[in-house]
């Protein structure tokens, strides 16, 4: 894509849907469906284990349900942290862009837990607020990143507390862990939307090093089971 052809692009007011269903070229395309590959892959490890845990328990396999939920929850972590790198490679990465594509705020209604309603609540009332596409784009891409890391670390506690046979309510604990999966599942579609937006906006000379980036190792997010106040910066 040229200049010409990406001054056109961004010349009108563009929507999320707009981005969307714009092509790519073909480099950029190629990265877009090796990283949704990964993504995708991980997530579908996730959902089949988590699924195998609940019908453990359905038959009276307490043990073995206990076990499986610590493997969803190892599954969960590391596809959470990759999820959160990319955000965080993103956000680093648009403060030197001239343009960022159009964004759309979080929405309530597609979460069912009070952490990523919460931070859909937030994320919305900021959107008004703030002027601008780029604060819009990247105070969207932190909230995505910390809702990520909230989740991730309440899916653990609960995951834990099921694993220990200690819990006091376990019924609470597994019903947690399904709204805290379909809750994943709204961000990880939130993130690739961005996935596909930002590579649009990218110019195409520094596509290569933000694929390194998206190679490099995540760093790692430590995991406890009171996890910190949800807090956004603007």
Not at 43 to 71: H, K, N, P, T, W
Not at 154 to 161: L, R
Not at 182 to 210: H, M, W
Request: net charge positive; charged share 20%.
């Amino acid at each position: 894509m040229g200049f010409r052809d990406t001054h056109s692009l961004f010349s009108r007011r563009r929507s999320v849907s707009d981005d969307w269903v714009a092509a790519l070229p073909a480099e950029k395309t190629r990265v877009f469906q090796n990283v949704l590959q990964g993504w995708e892959t991980s997530y579908a490890m996730l959902s089949v284990s988590l699924d195998d845990a609940f019908a453990l328990r359905a038959r009276g396999e307490l043990i073995c349900s206990r076990q499986q939920i610590s493997v969803t929850s190892d599954i969960l972590s590391r596809l959470a942290n990759h999820l959160i790198s990319f955000c965080q490679a993103v956000n680093t990465r648009s403060a030197r862009l001239l343009r960022l594509p159009a964004v759309a705020p979080l929405k309530m209604d597609y979460f069912r837990g009070a952490t990523a309603q919460t931070a859909a609540s937030w994320n919305g009332i900021l959107h008004h607020v703030l002027f601008g596409s780029r604060a819009r784009f990247r105070h969207k891409v932190r909230i995505l990143a910390d809702t990520l890391e909230r989740l991730m670390h309440e899916f653990t506690a609960a995951a834990g507390d099921i694993c220990s046979g200690g819990a006091v309510r376990p019924a609470t604990s597994w019903d947690t862990l399904d709204a805290l999966h379909y809750d994943f599942n709204t961000c990880l579609r939130e993130t690739e939307i961005v996935l596909k937006s930002f590579l649009l906006a990218l110019p195409d000379e520094q596509l290569g090093s933000f694929v390194a980036d998206l190679e490099a190792p995540p760093q790692l997010k430590p995991v406890s089971a009171n996890p910190k106040l949800y807090r956004a910066s603007a």
